[in-house]
């Protein structure tokens, strides 16, 4: 469901999401994702925060190659099936109101040889949390995820379980609110947060956070 309804036609600047499909050239190859704005609102479309984080894993700065990866609030599934593409072993998560459309975006981008590292699941950020191993990911990626306050607790909680010290984590995102800062703040009293790349273009930033371990919490 969308959060604010708007009308597309007095807005030009929105008018992409009301477009049924978007294409996108990562990983050498074309990837279209199907948008649905009407049906599921913003878990539907593909935000800025999505493109550049995609863009960024594509510099390479992080070697993706059978790394064993997780992205939250996947939305239209772009940085999942990126992800995949550049050779990490992927589980594409989001509620389950959007995992049907989640599940098309993935299947009809990823070829029959690609398709057996990417697995689509359900996850609800602070529930049953126990269906996933504990700090068993060496990356979490997340795109356009830090802008409800109420769900930053549940969000935080789910960052430190999926989570080990070897664990780095990568959050894209648009800083709107005051809200936004605190929640970067609450992140820092468990990991270690920097920003690694700006979009200026976009206005999007991208941040590593990495669990503190017990010495530097001492």
Aim: charged share 25%; aromatic share 10%; net charge negative.
């Amino acid at each position: 469901m969308a959060l604010l309804p708007y009308d597309g036609a007095m807005l030009p600047g929105l008018r992409k999401f009301h477009e049924s499909s978007a294409t996108f050239h990562f990983a050498k190859r074309d990837i279209v994702i199907r948008q649905d704005w009407k049906q599921l609102g913003v878990a539907a479309v593909v935000w800025d925060a999505a493109v550049v984080l995609c863009m960024y894993l594509e510099l390479g700065a992080f070697q993706l190659g059978d790394r064993n990866v997780i992205e939250l609030g996947a939305g239209t599934g772009l940085v999942g099936i990126v992800a995949t593409l550049l050779g990490a072993k992927v589980t594409i998560t989001d509620r389950d109101v959007a995992l049907k459309f989640l599940e098309s975006n993935v299947q009809e981008n990823l070829s029959s040889d690609v398709l057996p590292r990417a697995q689509v699941k359900e996850l609800n950020w602070g529930v049953s949390l126990e269906q996933f191993e504990q700090g068993s990911y060496d990356m979490i990626l997340g795109a356009d995820i830090v802008y409800l306050e109420e769900t930053f607790p549940a969000l935080l909680e789910t960052l430190e379980y999926l989570s080990s010290e070897r664990t780095t984590i990568l959050l894209a995102c648009r800083i709107r609110y005051e809200r936004d800062e605190t929640f970067l703040r609450n992140l820092q009293e468990l990991f270690t947060v920097e920003e690694i790349h700006y979009d200026a273009e976009k206005d999007v930033h991208v941040y590593k956070a990495q669990k503190r371990t017990v010495k530097e919490d001492l």
